[in-house]
């Protein structure tokens, strides 16, 4: 991973065929350079030849020439250092600085030629690779020619290598070009997109030769690819001012792999792998001195696919502290410190860990993917006619699979649809256009947990496009996603389906009409109160949607729902601080939500020890938005729950110096619930206080203090 830049953020991914290097410093002694530069030849020259799939002959030839390199560059170090050792002469350094350049460009380029995912892309860009190549190599050749005459006959073996590395570098610089083969696979994707554009399904061998070349003639190689373009793919969008040819080309080979995944494999091998090596070995032999309870964010309690360390020294997945921080919380999850800095620190010791704890039960390490998401909405159109076609065809062929298919086929195709409809905001068009919506909520019966389970994630992808929410309630599924919050058999098929429930109830007609399903709000009510954090997460914050219905206040109370929230805000100190009081934020706004009405009001205000709790949780909260919720929900309260709650807040000590900070420094709607507030209670204990000073003796001193 690299490290981050001055401002704690990670740098951008270095675009491929790049050659970003850097010219040592001017007064660097000869020694270290050479030291150097042995070890950036070692790099080039340790390439092995198979992992060379895409511009095989001219990066083999460049890996050939880096060996030769290497062992001139080491016989000059074996004469500096041997018994009649001349230093190396000072004037050396101006060759050797220009070789250090030359050998950081080559290391790159031969490492993107390699470089597994990327092989499709380097295939496609076989020109410019080759093209990269000659200037590498005329550089070295230039460099090596220019080195003083006391370096190059240090020894006979020195002078002698110094030739061949000149005369083969000259001779690559000339003739290096991409292998005929390289070009009949490219032509073969070119034909390819242009039977995309047309609407054309593909000759399966043309594919399978492109894929053969490119090293990725199985599912999971395609994957991979497919991968590694999307990524490139959102970095582009995300940055700006990328090519649109480059993003066309993109487009037409994400679409060229998916067709391929999803047509020309019959098996998942690397789930096939994963599942065959859970099975064969015993969880007790996954490294015994790894403890997964520590590896977990403390704010999410799941495993930290990036591992950071704030400046307090505690670590967190990046998403979940960006997160809290954003929310305007300035302090430590765990220990409640303030944090002097922003500045998020990757925990490299705790990636390795985590990385090498997947690896041992056979699951790959993901990249984390919360940088790309701000760029996911570019993809709404197509990139070309290829892409659109090509994702057409796929889709097509995935529905066939879903309504007709044999069991082991809709395994598969569930499993595709999920993965499509992920990040892809056309795919999910195409999926939502091509009926896939019907056939997810008709596997939501399967007896199979795992497509179960792809059915859901499926759902849940599609119900975040207008389109996908419309077909899901149009085919009957509000009642089938609901039952599957309460009985589906996996966990996750659980969470997922009181995700789809939240955004289902971002429409206010679909809510109306999921809060006349008698099991719905007691179910998410349950997993609320029972669940586990992403599952309560789920729960709280479909809740907080099918609030927006008026008849829907009544049915939660009756549902428990005051009581589970309670339990959330009740709950133990190192539970709270292991949620990074994340839930404890969402109930609080659920209250408050559902303290807009009469019976809601009454339900929360029974609980003098709640209220305490809510008066406590305002003073101590450092987020403008909870302060807002919080203020809102006492004020409701007040209005709801009359003299009886206004007297009981009246005593709380907390309650009046929150209820002033909050005026000083609170947001527009926050600054008028809290000055409600203090003028009601102020007006209560002014009653109570009248006639008692109507009856005091004539002459008594009393005084009322008003704000």
Known sequence: ??????????????????????????????????????????????????????VRGAAREAVRIADLLHAFLHAVRGAASGGDARPLPDEAVLGFSELHVALQKLRLLLADCARKGARLWVLMNAEMAASELRVVMGSVATAVDTLPEGVVAASAEARELAGLVSAHAWRAAARLRPDPEDDRAARGVRSVLARFAGGVMPDAEDARHVLDRVGAATWSGCAEEGAFLEAELLERLETGGEDDNDLVLIGGLMAFLVYCRVVLFDRIDDADKAEAAAVARPPARCAAWINPEALQCPITLELMTDPVTVATGQTYDRASIKKWIKSGCRTCPITGERLRSAELVPNVAARGIIEQLLLSRGVPLQEPSSKHRCAVDKTLAPFGAAAAGGVRLAVAFLIARLSRGTPKQQKKASYEARKLSKRNVFYRACLVEADAVPWLLHLLSSGDASVQDNAVAGLLNLSKHPAGRRALVESGGLGLIVDAVNVAARVEARQNAAAVLFYLSSNPEYCEEISRIPEAIPTLVHLARDGAYRGRKNALVSLYGLLQCTDAHGRAVSAGAVGALAGLLLGSPAAAAAEGDDLALDAVALLARIAEQPAGARAVAASSELVTRLVDFLGESASRSANEHGASLLASLGRHGGDRVLALLGKLPGLMPALYALIADGTPQAVKKARWLVNEIHRHYEKRQAPAAARAPAGGDHCVIRV
Do not use: K, Y
Not at 7 to 29: F, N, S, T
Not at 37 to 52: E, I, N, P
């Open 1 to 54: 991973m690299p490290p981050p830049d001055e401002r704690g953020q990670q740098p951008r991914r270095r675009r491929m065929l790049a050659r970003p290097a850097v010219c040592p410093c001017e007064a660097i002694a000869p020694a270290p350079l050479l030291a150097s530069l042995l070890s950036l030849a070692a790099d080039a020259a340790g390439l092995q030849g198979d992992a060379l799939p895409a």
